[in-house]
């Protein structure tokens, strides 16, 4: 039977599996005559190589309510953006490819770095921002839609359950974060959001005491996924961070901007397998390592931005804290994936949540040595204060690399 249980803090919007996915897409097609519906696909090179984004965009083709979508490509030259041109032209709608690392782009770049507004290294965030300041240059879209190129278990009823909430003019949701059950070839996943993000806030409230932000994180049941909608309205005063604590941090913005009653979180598969990232174990600045890290700090900053004192002691406390609701919410992992028939690395698993526990601290060195650093990428409200010609330079630019190579 499906689940139909609500948490009282953000509204869960189930799949109670009555309604057909063509009643949903033939609503959307309708909301998007008025309400102008775009998505945004952050992407590298390496994944045009893949399995997963081909099948993504034979989904996507078929997507009739889609006005434009904005695909951002990172860590490609010159010949793999004229293929990425050729690569996505499959699809139908309204389409640009953004090349991240072109002369123009790095003009802009440069533009901001003279302004003292550094949109942060290379990553998912830093990208994610640039395609969001190009749809907002566009001035064309009222809903805006995200989710990542390696999912293999895609279908395009996901996209459709996604943006629903937000697309509805009848519902009051401003936000919509996906939710899943992150099971795949017969093994139970999710190895962040059930190794470090439960078990850290749960190590938190302990730790800190009673927070509303914690219990609002906590109500999400995937906090770490990257599918989210929201209203474009939103966009101009969304601050998030560069790095790995993307997700966190649109959370945390939804948090500080949005009444309760405005976010919610909606299931939109049955179940999603993706790309598995590395440990990373040996190499902090990449796999897991490094993403337990830029999570930990972005939730961090987030409770020192509303008031709470940390210090070495506290992070002390907080990882044996952790350490021990880790272990025990492992046990519970193991028994459901044992009775529903899934494996479970258990030795593994608790070689993560060591590592996690290390991280910990090490992320709460890297906030107390670095009081002064900038948490998050500028808004674009104040990029357009600041230079109000370079959004629409950066539309220009990247119409000019486009033209360039078809």
Known sequence: MADFHQNGNVATLHNLRFAAPDLLIHELTSFAQTRKISLILPSLFSELQGDALPAILDELAEVPYLHRIVIGLDQADADQF???????????QNHVVIWQDSPRMKAIHARLDALNLNPGEPGKGRNVWFCMGYLMACKDSAVMALHDCDI??????????????????????????????????????GRVSRLLVSPILIALKKTIGDRDYLDYLRSFRYPLSGEFAMRTALLPDLRIPSDWGLEIGVLSEAWRNLAPGSVCQVEIADGYDHKHQPVSAEDASAGLSRMSVDICKSIFRKLAADGTVFSEEVFRTLKATYYRSALDLLDCYYNDARMNGLSLDRHGEENIIELFARNIVEAGNIFLENPSETPFIPTWNRVHAADPDLMSDMLSAVAADAAEFV
């Open 82 to 92: 004229a293929h990425a041109v050729n690569f996505f032209g499959c699809l139908p």
């Open 152 to 189: 293999l278990t895609y279908r395009r009823e996901m996209l459709a359950r996604l943006v629903y909430p937000v697309a509805n003019p009848n519902f009051p949701y401003q936000l919509a974060k996906g939710f899943y059950p992150r099971i795949g070839k017969g093994k139970l996943n």
